[in-house]
């Protein structure tokens, strides 16, 4: 089993930066990727970004390129989600989600508000 905990939320102005954290427990051992995901209000959920335990670089959805940076810490116990730049379009709750051996596990979710 592997637990997942978002946080780093908040209401920002446009053009703001927020660092999104996943802090990651359990089984960790069984994790091959984590990646972030965004619900807007109304909207189906949305891939974001995705890192790798094999290495190579993160995969971005179109919408975010050059704004958002995933990364990790070296134990692979927190996932980052670097945001910059923040648009109004960026307004969704975000979600970490670990892809294991056993399957998918998801965490509660971080509301982002971004003020135009």
């Known amino acids: 089993q592997v637990q997942l905990v978002e946080s780093g939320g908040g209401l920002v102005q446009a053009g703001d930066s927020l660092r999104l954290s996943c802090a990651v427990s359990g089984r960790t051992s069984i994790i091959y990727n984590v990646g972030w995901f965004r619900q807007a209000p109304g909207k189906e959920r949305e891939f974001v970004a995705r890192i790798r335990k094999s290495g190579g670089s993160p995969d971005y959805a179109d919408s975010v390129k050059g704004r958002f940076t995933i990364s990790t810490d070296n134990a692979w116990k927190t996932v980052y989600l670097q945001t910059n730049s923040l648009e109004s379009e960026d307004t969704a709750t975000f979600y970490c989600?670990?892809?294991?051996?056993?399957?998918?596990?998801w965490g509660q979710g971080t509301l982002v508000i971004v003020s135009s």
């Open positions: 989600k670990a892809d294991t051996n056993t399957g998918e596990y």
